[in-house]
C-alpha cells in the first residue's frame, strides 16, 4: 500500500509541477507580470530593481518543470523531494493568505492554461504539500525509470529544453496562447454575457494633469487639451458576470471619442499595433512598423496605434519614430493580455484576431506583397493539434532516443561480458588438457 501510495504522490507532482513549469515556461511575460503583482501587494515593488521579476519568472518555470522531471524519472532522489517540500511549504501559506486577504486575483500557478480562484489554489496546495513529503519520507523506495548513468543526460535535456522554450517564446509569441485574444478568438462574443447574468459594470477614468494639478475624468466629461494625459483604470462599479473580455475599451487621443465598435464592426482587415508603454518599447523595428503602415493605407486598411502611454511619450515616439498613424488609448493590462510583445502588432477583421507578430516578427516587405486577402498571412497554421505534435515531438523524441541509446548499450556491454566469460571457460578448460 506504502509503494502504491508512493507511486500516486510521485506521478501526480512530476505532472503538475511540469505542466506548471511548462506553461510558466511559454508564457515569461506572463509570469512576470504577476510576480509583479505579489510584489505590489506585498509593497515590495520599489524595493527590487525591474529586471528582476523577469529573472524569477525564467527561474521559477525552468526549477518547476526540472522538478517534475526529476520526479517523473526517478532521478535527483535526494535534492528533487527536498526542494518540492521547500517550495510547498513556502507556497502553502502564501496562497492562503492570498485567499483570506486577496490582493490578487489568482496565484497564477498555471498561467492562464488554467484559472482557479484563490481558496482552490491553497487547497490544491495543500495536496501538493502532503504529497511531497510524502515522496520525501519514502523517497528510497522509489524505483528508477533510467539507469544511473543517465541522470545526468535526462537531466541536462529537461534543463536545455525548458530553457529553449522560455527563449523561444520570450523572442517571438508564446507557443500556445490560453487567453481571450489569440488568433481565431472574435472578440465581440468574448464580450458577451450569457443570457439572465448580470454584468460587472466599469468605468474607465482617465488620470489627466493641469499645472500641477492631477485629476481623474470619465469619458463623458473628457477635458480640454490644456490637460495632459497621464494614465487610464477601469474601476468596478457594480460587481457581476464577467466575461473573458470585459475591459476592451479604445479612445481615440485625439478627441476622447470611444471608437470600440468602429474598430470591431469595421468589415475590413485592420492592422492594431500595440505598445503597452512607449517609453520602455522596443524600437528595433520601426522600419517595419512604418512600412507596415504605408502598405496599409497602400491597400486601404486602417491602422491604429494602441498604447497606455501619457501624451508627453506619444510626442517623443512621434518624434524619434516619424510615426504619422493615429493613436488610441487603452488600459495597460489590456494591451499586455492582447499581446505579449511591447509593441506587437494584431490583424483584425470585424472584431475577430486573424493574426498576430511580436516586435521579431514583423512581417517586411517581401511578405506584405500584394493584398492581404492573397497573402498566407491572413491563414497561419495555428492548429492545436500541430502545436502539440511538436512540443512532444521535441521533448519526447529526444528522450526516447536517449533511453534507447542506453538500453543498446548496455545490451552491448552484457554481450561482451556473455562473451568474454565464455571465452575466459573455454581457456579454463583449454589450458588443463594442454598441460597434461
Not at 448580470?198 to 481623474?216: A, I, L, N, W
Not at 524619434?320 to 499586455?336: I, Q
Amino acid at each position: 500500500m506504502i509503494g502504491l501510495w508512493l507511486n500516486l504522490c510521485r506521478f501526480s507532482l512530476a505532472l503538475v509541477f511540469i505542466f506548471s513549469g511548462f506553461v510558466k515556461a511559454i508564457d515569461p511575460l506572463g509570469t512576470q507580470y504577476k510576480i509583479q503583482d505579489y510584489l505590489v501587494a506585498l509593497g515590495w515593488s520599489e524595493i527590487f530593481p525591474d529586471f528582476l521579476p523577469f529573472l524569477m519568472a525564467v527561474f521559477l518555470g525552468v526549477v518547476e518543470f526540472c522538478l517534475g522531471v526529476y520526479l517523473f524519472f526517478g532521478i535527483r532522489r535526494i535534492i528533487a523531494p527536498r526542494v518540492l517540500v521547500l517550495i510547498m511549504s513556502f507556497m502553502t501559506p502564501l496562497t492562503l493568505w492570498l485567499a483570506v486577504d486577496e490582493p490578487v486575483s489568482d496565484c497564477g500557478c498555471f498561467g492562464d492554461a488554467v484559472v482557479l480562484s484563490n481558496w482552490q489554489t491553497f487547497w490544491k496546495n495543500v495536496l501538493l504539500l502532503v504529497a511531497s513529503i510524502t515522496v520525501l519520507k519514502w523517497r528510497k523506495r522509489i524505483f528508477p525509470l533510467v539507469t544511473t548513468r543517465l541522470d545526468w543526460s535526462i537531466g541536462l535535456y529537461g534543463f536545455v529544453f525548458v530553457l529553449g522554450v522560455t527563449c523561444y517564446c520570450y523572442y517571438k509569441l508564446p507557443i500556445f496562447d490560453f487567453r481571450p485574444y489569440h488568433i481565431g478568438a472574435d472578440i465581440r462574443e468574448g464580450m458577451e454575457i450569457p443570457e439572465g447574468k448580470r454584468p460587472t459594470v466599469y468605468e474607465t477614468r482617465f488620470v489627466m494633469q493641469k499645472d500641477g494639478e492631477v485629476k481623474e475624468f470619465v469619458v463623458d466629461d473628457y477635458p480640454d487639451s490644456t490637460w495632459t494625459f497621464v494614465d487610464t483604470r477601469l474601476v468596478v462599479k457594480e460587481k457581476g458576470y464577467e466575461p473573458p473580455i470585459h475591459d476592451f475599451s479604445i479612445i481615440r487621443q485625439e478627441d476622447g471619442e470611444d471608437i470600440t465598435d468602429i474598430v470591431l464592426d469595421d468589415e475590413n482587415c485592420m492592422f492594431l499595433l500595440v505598445a503597452h508603454q512607449m517609453e520602455l518599447a522596443d524600437d528595433s523595428s520601426i522600419d517595419l512598423i512604418n512600412e507596415l503602415y504605408d502598405y496599409s493605407l497602400k491597400y486601404g486598411y486602417s491602422f491604429y496605434c494602441l498604447t497606455s502611454s501619457s501624451d508627453e511619450d506619444i510626442l517623443r515616439w512621434q518624434n524619434s519614430t516619424g510615426a504619422e498613424y493615429p493613436f488610441c488609448l487603452m488600459d495597460n493590462t489590456t494591451l499586455r493580455t492582447m499581446i505579449r510583445s511591447n509593441p506587437g502588432v494584431l490583424l483584425l477583421q470585424k472584431g475577430k484576431v486573424l493574426n498576430k507578430w511580436g516586435v521579431n516578427e514583423i512581417p517586411d516587405e517581401y511578405q506584405l506583397n500584394g493584398p492581404l486577402e492573397e497573402l498566407p498571412l491572413i491563414h497561419p497554421n495555428s492548429s492545436l493539434a500541430y502545436k502539440i505534435l511538436m512540443v512532444v515531438m521535441w521533448f519526447v523524441v529526444p528522450l526516447f532516443l536517449i533511453c534507447i541509446g542506453d538500453l543498446a548499450w548496455e545490451r552491448r556491454k552484457k554481450r561482451r561480458q556473455l562473451l568474454s566469460s565464455d571465452n575466459e571457460y573455454d581457456n579454463n578448460i583449454i589450458n588443463p588438457l594442454n598441460n597434461n
